[in-house]
């Protein structure tokens, strides 16, 4: 069964340090997704994108974050300056048109800023 | 108003007895409701999901009833086993071009014992 592959599973990070995370959505899918989870917390959404651009993003996802498409299969989000309270887990996720499939979410990368 | 409401948090079942957890939403732009299972560790995986133009749907023993008018929905897991034994969430997102964005319940943290 296809998976969305999450690198690093675990990351830890000095506080103002800028992080990478990355991810290999399903090839044939067309949205992507990065999402985070506090420890014991709900899932929270950050951010869409689709055709190369972001669709839509939450509050949580200001200047501080950014994501990219590199190339045709990676996708990549990164943290400028990263704060304490941005340790969390952070899902990717994507999914293809005829959206009854659902998503397909990755394992996660587990971000601990110290 | 985009908030999902999920109860219990935490529930405890015997094998072999029906789990429980519910939903409720407000955002009546909502048209699709997955659920999610999440073991430690792992990113959700889609479980069963409704839309709001069926009552009820069941995959197995997983089973989502659908009250559009009182805007709640519930996941019914029979003969219950260890093995389901997860964080449970509930989601709901409009359907939107490229906007798939999930909101999440804040989960249901499901034990089966023996």
């Known amino acids: 069964e296809p998976e969305v592959t999450q690198t690093p599973s675990h990351q830890v990070t000095q506080m103002g340090q800028e992080v990478i995370l990355r991810c290999v959505p399903i090839s044939n899918h067309l949205y992507f997704y990065w999402y985070r989870q506090i420890l014991g917390q709900k899932v929270e959404f950050l951010v869409s994108?689709?055709?190369?651009?972001?669709?839509?993003k939450s509050e949580i996802f200001d200047d501080q974050f950014s994501v990219e498409r590199p190339d045709g299969s990676n996708f990549t989000l990164k943290i400028r300056s990263t704060k304490l309270e941005d340790s969390a887990m952070y899902f990717c996720?994507?999914?293809?048109?005829?959206?009854?499939?659902?998503?397909?979410f990755g394992s996660g990368t587990r971000l601990t800023v110290v | 108003q985009q908030q999902v409401k999920q109860s219990p948090q935490s529930l405890i079942v015997q094998k072999g007895g029906i789990s429980i957890i519910n939903c409720a939403y407000e955002?009546?732009?909502?048209?699709?409701f997955p659920w999610y299972q999440q073991f430690p560790g792992k990113g959700p995986a889609l479980l069963i999901a409704?839309?709001?133009?069926?009552s009820e749907k069941k995959e197995g023993r997983f089973t989502i009833s659908f009250n559009k008018s009182a805007k709640q929905f519930s996941l019914h897991i029979m003969d219950s086993q260890p093995g389901d034994s997860a964080t449970y969430f509930c989601?709901?997102?409009?359907?939107?071009?490229?906007?798939?964005?999930?909101?999440f319940g804040t989960g249901t943290r499901l034990t089966i014992i023996p």
């Open positions: 409704i839309r709001p133009d069926v």
């Open positions: 994108f689709y055709n190369n651009e972001i669709s839509e």
């Open positions: 996720a994507s999914s293809e048109p005829g959206r009854d499939y659902g998503y397909t």
């Open positions: 955002n009546t732009a909502f048209d699709y």
């Open positions: 989601a709901a997102s409009s359907r939107g071009f490229g906007n798939e964005k999930l909101t």
